[in-house]
């Protein structure tokens, strides 16, 4: 199996190797339709199609040897430049020739139906006023995390073979719900069964961590790069080179280890875990409650300990106390945006409001951190023996553009907290 494609198949198969289970044949008879003003509307494609399927290790699945076989027809329409509309009227005319809507996703999927000895699932259609996923204001709180903590699962495994393929953003995305994920759990805790809950928040943790590594070295990197055209061309180039060098070790090293780290037992227990989790959620009584009132609560919880932080932040010194109570602000405001995403199905537009103000903040005082982490490794970094007078001064001003960055990004923050200090206290839902 090519590794780009069980890149793809790692997430589904955790650790079990991939076997052959059906051996498709089409046989495929392409229509092209034309309008009458002679436009390619569409292709009707005939197939004719064979199943062979598989047992253990590929072998025929049936008794003595012989493997089960079936054989059926379809007919898919494919739009070429025709619009929608089309499928309704074909419907009607496919039908009148003795055409059945299809019981089954996909060829794949009405073959592994024998295989399993089941009956081939419907094709879902449009669900009737809108999405009966989406909990309402007298469900139960508990469907708010289920749903949310659902949303971010479904991203975790459509982003885990973009890290495996070191596609952009593939890190930044599965960590932001690894993120997501962790911050809901947290902030619905008490609904649940506490162990569990607990053993899910440590291991989200700990994958966070991995994560974090190679997009912390990513991040800074592109943040110094940036900073290349200030300057003198002749020196930026040794600054760049220099910078790739010490900070790109780090960043492969780091990646080595996500790699290591996302074919493990472990990683794979974890997305076992949420989806058991999931399944069959270990609701506590009060998960009962309706989800209108005590997603309130949560929100306003979550607000409170923002401004508590923030509060904090205002009376720290200067220096290193100043600068861990001012990431705190930032992690309490990135809790307060995920709980508020949760709960929107139930408070709608007010909800997302206090999720983007909180978002706001947390962006600001992103870029607050990146100074402070960029200024201490230049400080690190200029160090090192036998660095070439040059370098270690180009590394002095770069030292000093974070510093003022820094500076730059806390006076705007301060300014953001005044503008959106109406949504984020008082009465927040």
């Keep these: 199996v090519p590794d780009s494609l069980l890149a793809n198949l790692h997430v589904y198969l955790?650790?079990?190797?991939?076997?052959?289970?059906?051996?498709?044949d089409t046989q495929r008879t392409t229509y092209p339709l034309y309008g009458a003003d002679g436009v390619h509307l569409a292709d009707l494609a005939d197939d004719r199609v064979s199943a062979e399927v598989l047992g253990a290790a590929?072998?025929?699945?049936?008794?003595?040897?012989?493997?089960?076989?079936?054989?059926?027809?379809?007919?898919?329409?494919?739009?070429?430049?025709?619009?929608?509309?089309?499928?309704?009227?074909?419907?009607?005319?496919?039908?009148?020739?003795?055409?059945?809507?299809?019981?089954?996703?996909?060829?794949?999927a009405k073959a592994l139906a024998q295989r399993g000895g089941e009956t081939a699932a419907p094709v879902p259609g449009p669900k009737p006023g809108g999405d009966l996923d989406r909990p309402g204001k007298k469900d139960p709180?508990?469907?708010?995390?289920?749903?949310?903590?659902?949303?971010?699962?479904?991203?975790?495994?459509?982003?885990?073979?973009?890290?495996?393929?070191?596609?952009?953003?593939?890190?930044?995305?599965?960590?932001?719900?690894?993120?997501?994920?962790?911050?809901?759990?947290?902030?619905?805790?008490?609904?649940?069964?506490a162990l569990a809950v607990r053993h899910l928040g440590t291991e989200l943790k700990w994958l966070g961590r991995v994560l974090g590594v190679p997009r912390d070295a990513e991040v800074m990197l592109d943040r110094l790069r940036g900073h290349m055209a200030e300057l003198p061309p002749g020196l930026a180039s040794a600054v760049k080179d220099r910078l790739d060098e010490e900070l790109g070790a780090s960043r492969d090293a780091a990646h080595r280890k996500l790699q290591a780290a996302m074919v493990s037992a472990r990683y794979f227990q974890l997305l076992d875990g949420l989806e058991a989790f999931l399944d069959s959620p270990p609701v506590r009584p009060d998960g009962a409650a309706p989800a209108r009132k005590a997603a309130g609560k949560l929100v306003a919880k979550a607000a409170t300990r923002l401004e508590r932080a923030a509060r904090t932040a205002n009376r720290s010194h200067r220096g290193a106390e100043h600068e861990t109570a001012v990431h705190q602000v930032r992690k309490d405001a990135k809790r307060l945006r995920h709980v508020a995403e949760s709960v929107a199905p139930v408070h709608g537009k007010r909800a997302t409001e206090i999720a983007k103000a909180a978002h706001r903040h947390q962006q600001i005082l992103g870029d607050f951190q990146d100074s402070i982490v960029a200024r201490d490794l230049l400080v690190s970094l200029a160090a090192a023996p036998e660095l070439p007078e040059a370098v270690a001064s180009a590394y002095i001003t770069l030292h000093t553009r974070q510093v003022q960055l820094a500076a730059d990004a806390e006076a705007e923050y301060r300014k953001e907290r005044k503008k959106s200090r109406k949504i984020l206290r008082g009465k927040i839902l």
């Design 141 to 193: 709180v508990s469907d708010l995390l289920t749903a949310y903590l659902g949303a971010q699962v479904r991203e975790l495994l459509a982003h885990d073979p973009g890290v495996r393929l070191e596609e952009p953003e593939a890190v930044h995305n599965l960590r932001s719900a690894t993120r997501r994920a962790r911050s809901a759990l947290q902030a619905y805790r008490r609904f649940y069964n």
């Design 58 to 108: 590929g072998t025929a699945a049936a008794p003595g040897g012989e493997a089960r076989t079936q054989r059926w027809r379809e007919w898919e329409l494919d739009l070429v430049h025709g619009s929608p509309d089309l499928f309704p009227a074909a419907a009607d005319i496919l039908a009148a020739a003795g055409a059945r809507p299809a019981k089954h996703r996909s060829k794949l």
């Design 14 to 24: 955790r650790g079990e190797d991939a076997a052959p289970v059906v051996r498709l």
